[in-house]
């Protein structure tokens, strides 16, 4: 079945970059997306690639995909205090109508 | 251009009472989907309407239930809540040929007593 996986915590340094790493099952996904939450607070559409791409670069973020892998990552340069959130993976299932999300990884930046 | 909005933000009630959330679609939407995210996980789709029907329903039971209006807007209603309902409550919307790319209103927070 559909399943998306991503590390729990991630750490960093005010200016430091920052890489949230997700893996997936369905390969038959069209796109990927990555979702922002903040606390208490819906989800942000942060950046989405399509599946025949390796990377998206989009300002200060750029994602890269690893098809045969299926692995997928949220790389944050020069990551500020106001980038601190609940980071979410997500693929699009089979029929192309729900999003099947992973746990999140929540991202710390000290200052 | 209004995004996503629900109502109510928060919402108390008790053990076996009904709920009614609403949820109005970003400008342009014609596809609404329900998400319910359980305190510290991912969201959880429950399903998705257009043109006024069931589209597809994810793992959820009959409890759980949704009405689409003509101007896209959507309710969902959970009948004999249970504690395990508390949650955030997450309405989407999408349009055209992609609608797997969803834009999220801020949700209602709903606890059951």
């Known amino acids: 079945g559909e399943d998306v996986e991503q590390s729990l915590f991630l750490s960093v340094r005010e200016g430091d970059s920052s890489v949230i790493n997700c893996t997936y099952t369905d390969s038959s996904s069209t796109y990927l997306y990555w979702y922002k939450q903040e606390p208490g607070a819906g989800l942000q559409l942060l950046t989405y690639?399509?599946?025949?791409?390796d990377m998206k670069q989009d300002q200060r973020l750029t994602v890269l995909l690893n098809k045969k892998d299926k692995h997928l990552s949220l790389r944050i340069a020069d990551t500020q205090t106001g980038d601190s959130a609940i980071y979410f993976c997500a693929e699009g299932n089979q029929a192309g109508t729900a999003l099947i999300f992973g746990k999140g990884t929540t991202l710390s930046v000290s200052s | 251009d209004a995004g996503v909005t629900q109502s109510p933000t928060h919402l108390i009630k008790t053990r076996g009472q009904q709920v009614t959330l609403r949820c109005s679609p970003k400008?342009?939407?014609?596809?609404v989907s329900w998400y319910q995210q359980a305190l510290g996980q991912g969201p959880q789709f429950i399903f998705q309407?257009?043109?006024?029907?069931?589209?597809q329903r994810g793992n959820f039971p009959d409890r759980f239930s949704g009405h689409q209006f003509p101007n896209y807007s959507s309710e969902l209603n959970v009948n004999a809540l249970l504690l395990g309902d508390s949650a955030l409550y997450l309405c989407a919307s999408s349009s055209g040929t992609v609608r797997e790319t969803q834009y999220f209103g801020p949700g209602t927070r709903l606890l059951v007593l």
């Open positions: 400008s342009g939407h014609d596809t």
């Open positions: 690639i399509f599946s025949n791409m």
């Open positions: 309407y257009y043109e006024e029907e069931e589209r």
